[in-house]
């Protein structure tokens, strides 16, 4: 028997292409159609797995996954949402199921996009897994971004560095300093490489019974670390752009996971950078833990936190309580906030 050759990379993201063109047109021509009350089933649970336009797949109890519709009374429903859903008695039937509601969220990450406003990702969030990497490059500026954003939804986030069997004298110092100021805080760091192996069990562990979800920018490594994580999952990885640095975006839908060891994975779309213009100032400061301790102290009640006098911040910082980098990083944050907020103002199209 002649064995088959495994696909490549082009041939990868043609079929993934492909498949999504042809779930787009089954959308449109599905929207047309209406199902009776009296062709549906009674009313059970089940879990959003990913939502396509105007559908979702909905994974019920049994584990069965359909593709529903959904009741117009519904405002909101993401990758993770816990729904009410009524499927259709006639499994030949081209629409599946109607999901009829969506319980309450215990959590939500929103994602704040220049074109839409702030955007619901996935719902239901146990623990945020901020994935960093040796290349393309290391940098504590994303990491905080991140975790601002983590801080702010208050959903427990984790710091993972990809890559680390890339790590050398050269760089392995500055990193390690790095990642150490970060558990000096209290956030847990995990050093992991989907290629040799390292860490992986120990993240494994972590990712036991709890919904996780990945975030970080393109290029770190995710979709690697899921298919280290979940063989069976087979997600497409992107090579680095030899012109830019930067990865290639390789997931296009949020979709929601499982470990056969319990614990599920919403696998979100990647984005370079995690924008944060939907803030306010003195919530972006709050998300820096350390500084709690130091908000309100300052002379004045207008404090920048910059050469104001008596600033309760810049003295901690210069008494070495809290990191030079992160002080730096929460100014370049406030500096891009209102960067941000202009050219969405001026995006054309955006108001109408």
Known sequence: MTKKKPLNRGQLRRMRANHEK?????DQQNQSL??????????????????????????????QVTRCNMRRTIGSLVCGDKVVVRLNKDIQ????????????????????????GVKIIAANIDQIL????????FTTQIIDRYLVASEDTEI????????????DDTNRREIEAALQRYRDIGYPVYLVSSRSGEGIAELKELLKDKTSVFAGQSGVGKSSLINALMPDAQLLTGAISDVSG??????????????????????????????????????????????????GGCKFRDCKHGDDPG??????????????DRFQNYHRIIASLDEQRHARHFRPGLDD
Not at 22 to 26: E, G, S, Y
Not at 93 to 116: F, N
Request: aromatic residues 6%.
């Open 22 to 26: 042809r779930l787009q047109k089954a």
């Open 34 to 63: 209406d199902i009776q009350d009296s062709s549906l089933g009674p009313e059970q649970p089940g879990t959003v797995i990913s939502r396509f336009g105007q559908h979702a797949d909905i994974e019920t109890q049994d584990g």
């Open 93 to 116: 039937a081209a629409i599946g199921g109607v999901v009829e509601a969506v319980h309450p969220r215990t959590s939500s990450l929103s994602r704040p996009d220049l074109y839409d």
């Open 130 to 137: 901020i994935v960093s990497s040796v290349l393309p490059s």
């Open 156 to 167: 427990p986030p984790v710091i993972v560095l990809n890559k680390v069997d890339l790590l």
């Open 246 to 295: 930067l990865g290639q975006h390789t997931t296009t839908t949020a979709k929601l996971l499982h470990f056969a060891s319990g614990g599920d994975l919403i696998d979100s779309p990647g984005v370079r950078e995690f924008a944060l213009w939907h803030l306010p100032a003195d919530r972006v400061g709050w998300c820096f833990v350390e500084f709690r301790d130091y908000l």
């Open 311 to 324: 600033c309760a911040l810049r003295e901690a910082v210069e008494a070495g309580k809290i990191a030079k």
